[in-house]
């Protein structure tokens, strides 16, 4: 269509009315790419063959270019997202056109996940925040692309494999600044009550926020929900103030100090959690020999 009309090539005239007018730095309509261009090859799953192979993802698209061709970065998808936002200062098209792309006009009633579909977007709320935006597909890469117009943010996640976690970890990060939003920064005087600890179950990070320390899970599609919190009772001593059945809760928690007074170590009821490194040589001196 755009080629009828224009009477041009249709990468050449999205490259001038939408990518360059956008300021899309870093953008291309279709492969090839320039020589000195870096690029992520692609990969599979490992489901087929117990491995993943590359897949080059660097061939013209042709036809499939307005759907799966453009050549970004996760910089640029979320400038350009960013832009189609009807609180944008700034776009290329007019606000009257944003509200009608990102508005739900049409719900998917056979998605596992509420969502509802505008003129060339997605929409659905996380947690109260309402948002639009788009996945994307192309063999060997997964990504999404987010905006949460009230709250003016933009997020884009890029994975070059099949089965990349773009969806879950892209709510990860809309989980965790929304908590971040609700709780308000940290105060001061919990700066070190922070940093990522490990046991031999797995890691936890501790997080502070507002007047209080969240335990998160990093290893969760939603690190900061229904997560443990520490009322911090001294500088160095907390009582786990919510928790799950399995979290402790009520008892007390506290920083294990060096000689030097660096946080060395996490106590969390009975249970010490250390640094990676730390963990990392026990484990092996324990475990390593054995098959």
């Known amino acids: 269509m755009i080629e009828a009309i224009t009477g041009e090539s249709w990468a050449d005239w999205i490259a001038r009315e939408i990518v360059a007018k956008a300021g899309l730095a870093e953008t291309i309509p279709d492969a090839p790419l320039p020589e000195d261009a870096s690029f992520a090859r692609g990969h599979s799953s ?18 499939f270019a307005p759907a ?5 970065t996760a910089g640029d998808l979320a400038k350009f997202f960013a ?15 944003r509200r009608e792309m990102s508005r739900p006009q049409w719900r998917d009633p056979h998605s596992t996940l509420a969502l509802n579909y505008g003129l060339g977007t997605i929409s659905g709320a996380l947690d109260g925040w309402e948002w639009f935006g788009h996945s994307g597909g192309f ?5 999404r692309t987010l905006v949460v117009p009230k709250q003016h943010l933009a997020i884009s996640v890029l994975t070059n494999s099949s089965d990349g976690f773009a969806h879950p970890w892209l709510d990860g990060v809309v989980l965790i600044l929304k908590a971040f939003a609700e709780a308000g920064a940290p105060r001061a005087d919990l700066a070190d009550w922070t940093g990522r600890w490990w046991s031999p179950w797995g890691a936890v990070d501790l997080v502070p926020m507002g007047g209080k320390v969240l335990v998160a899970m990093p290893g969760f599609v939603d690190p900061v929900g229904k997560m443990s919190e520490l009322e911090i009772t001294g500088t160095d001593t ?8 399995f979290g402790s809760y009520g008892e007390p928690a506290r920083l294990v100090r060096d000689d030097a007074g660096k946080v060395s170590a996490v106590r969390f009821g009975a249970a ?8 990392t040589a026990e484990m092996l001196a324990r475990y390593g020999a054995r098959h």
């Open 46 to 63: 490992r489901t087929l063959l117990g491995r993943r192979v590359v897949v080059p993802g660097d061939q013209p698209t042709h036809t």
């Open 68 to 72: 799966t061709g453009f050549v970004s």
């Open 83 to 97: 832009q189609l936002s009807p609180e944008a200062e700034t776009s290329i098209l007019t606000t009257a056109s």
């Open 139 to 143: 063999l060997g890469y997964i990504t």
């Open 238 to 245: 907390a009582r786990i103030a919510q928790a799950s059945a």
């Open 272 to 279: 010490t959690l250390v640094p990676e490194d730390v963990l």
